[in-house]
């Protein structure tokens, strides 16, 4: 396959961010040495060697075209990313999904067990809180508390978590785009907006088309997921697919049909592109990260 | 039974305070009309009309000496409290301690699900740091943010979360006096200090002696706790009694006996006045709240 530079140079970009963020989760994270051992090693192993890394991504690429130091941005992404793997932990728990598999690993309620993974959860949001308060991540600190204040309304019941729970009152349910969308942009959107913002704090007041282009990119990485997860094998994905449609959740296939769910998604694409016109160069990264959100296979 | 006007006092104090608080926390509490409904109506089943508020008549009591206005000591002590009820709710689910009964009423799973008691309190956990950081608090934010980091290390792995992980892995094990208090200091203690600590921060940078006394007062509540726990009946504590002997969880009692125990507390309260020594009449509520942490009946 052949890859051109501009490719090769984003992939270069990416490894080094993915490299940056798993350095500062590592130091974050309190090692076993520490009591308690085991709730400490169980949290490092839910959230290190992990995934790609999108809302890191998303937090360094806005961050980028803000003008924020790296020092300040990982942080802020390792926050983000600790509220998403928490998130993980506690969606794979026998009263939520009850999955097995995760990144192609045993979920930790299954490496370790049910009551450890609650408390992995629970202790990984707190980490994401502390992180946030007691680095200095903004010249200004009332901007440091509206980013404590924003990372607190994404994941909680107006965001990610209230996703979730629409997720649960929904599943035998045929729901609409409308509803679709108010569930994803909270299930996982807000997390998604939340990365980009953060991002941006770091240099100082977000400038809104970039609230505008995460919300289209979060969005889109739900639709994605909806028709990567209904055509994928579990080998390719790492995770057990095709499992939303066999329990019954409704998402962008069930609605609308494969293809017409690519071209939402592609849709969502054009227009976070749009978002970000007035920028220029400055949004490379957040240019090449919603194509990489949308056009990805994984 | 007599009543001195000291005791109808502090009776009327603590009662003035509760209404307060119960009134903050329905106010920051999102309401069932806001979706999702069924989340935030099990949240507030939670949160409200529950409990004696220790923490937040310890964050008052500590506010007031310190000379801090009561319109930021409501909203830290409910940020306090939401902490706190996150953790019960998470505590009695079946991988935890599988209790049915708190307060007198269902536990959270029994009257939602468990799937639903999750949420609520991962979006407890949220939201409470969300009042921290979403209010103003303190003359100066970065003391605000130190709020954020104070709460944040009580509730995470070096606190009560930890304290909860040294909890399961010793069940079934004898432990020490020293390993008991290791892990109550966590469990129990560090929720207890970070409330005293905060209402002082509410004023300012917090007093050293107030956080020793918070450090003895943590503590006693739990041997107290034990105690009530050997000795009580269901109907008077309102949740199911004598239940940590039966699943073999090490307390006070059994590392120490009962008389040994009741000693323990009372040199702990005694400690803690010592603390206070400094402080004069502006201490009052704190020592009064050191002897009616002790000397409960329930």
């Known amino acids: 396959m052949q890859v051109s530079a501009t490719e090769a140079d984003f992939a270069a970009w990416m490894g080094a961010i993915q490299a940056r963020v798993e350095n500062a989760l590592a130091r974050s994270l309190p090692g076993p040495p520490h009591s308690p051992a085991r709730l400490h090693e169980a949290m490092r192993y839910a959230t290190l060697e992990g995934g790609k890394r999108v809302r890191p991504l998303l937090t360094f690429a806005a961050g980028e075209l803000a003008g924020a ?66 680095h200095a991540l903004a010249d200004d600190p009332n901007i440091q508390l509206e980013m404590v204040r924003t990372l607190a309304v ?30 994803h942009m909270r299930k996982t959107g807000a ?48 995770k057990t697919a095709g499992k939303d449609s066999k329990q019954g959740k409704p998402t962008y296939v069930t609605a609308m049909g494969v293809a017409r769910a690519r071209e939402f998604a592609e849709e969502l694409r054009r227009g976070a592109q749009a978002a970000l016109a007035g920028f220029g160069e400055r949004a490379l990264r957040l240019r090449q990260l919603a194509d990489f959100i949308v056009l990805r296979k994984f």
């Open 69 to 134: 130091a790296a020092a300040r941005l990982e942080i802020a992404a390792a926050a983000v990313e600790m509220i998403h793997a928490y998130s993980l932990v506690h969606d794979d728990l026998p009263c939520m999904d009850d999955d097995v598999l995760r990144r192609g690993k045993p979920t930790v309620h299954v490496r370790y067990d049910e009551a450890t993974a609650l408390l992995v959860g629970d202790a990984l949001q707190s980490l994401a809180f502390q992180l946030l308060a007691e």
């Open 154 to 183: 994404a994941a909680g019941s107006r965001g990610m978590a209230g996703g979730q729970a629409i997720d649960l009152e929904a599943t035998g349910k045929p729901l609409s785009q409308t509803e679709l969308e108010f569930m």
């Open 191 to 238: 997390l998604i907006s939340a990365a980009v913002r953060l991002g941006a704090l770091c240099a100082g007041p977000c400038p809104a088309p970039l609230e505008q282009y995460a919300h289209r990119v979060g969005l889109a990485f739900q639709v994605v997921d909806d028709v990567l997860d209904a055509e994928a094998s579990t080998a390719t994905l790492g």
